[in-house]
């Protein structure tokens, strides 16, 4: 939910900005969140069709991701084990 994701940005972006030695004056970290909730819920393709069509594209993405990293890394295991065999 929209109010849910707010609140993550808001903590998240509060957390950070308590970490740096100089903090941003809260109030400038606030429009930082507001800047960045703004952009996911207006710009975001993925945020515009409701949460949980971004929660599936998601694990979707993800776990192509994943398969291209394991065929990648296999490919090249099996060109080290050909190249040791040779």
């Not at 970290?29 to 393709?45: D, L, M, P």
């Not at 890394?73 to 065999?85: E, P």
Request: aromatic share 8%; charged share 20%.
């Amino acid at each position: 939910d929209v109010q849910g994701l707010w609140t993550a940005i808001n903590n998240q972006v509060h957390h950070l900005n308590s970490e740096f030695s100089e903090p941003l004056p809260r109030n400038e970290a606030h429009q930082i969140a507001k800047s960045i909730h703004r952009w996911i819920v207006t710009q975001s393709r993925m945020w515009l069709d409701g949460a949980a069509v971004y929660e599936a594209n998601f694990i979707a993405m993800q776990s192509a991701r994943g398969r291209k990293s394991g065929l990648s890394r296999r490919d090249k295991s099996a060109q080290v084990w050909k190249g040791a065999t040779e």
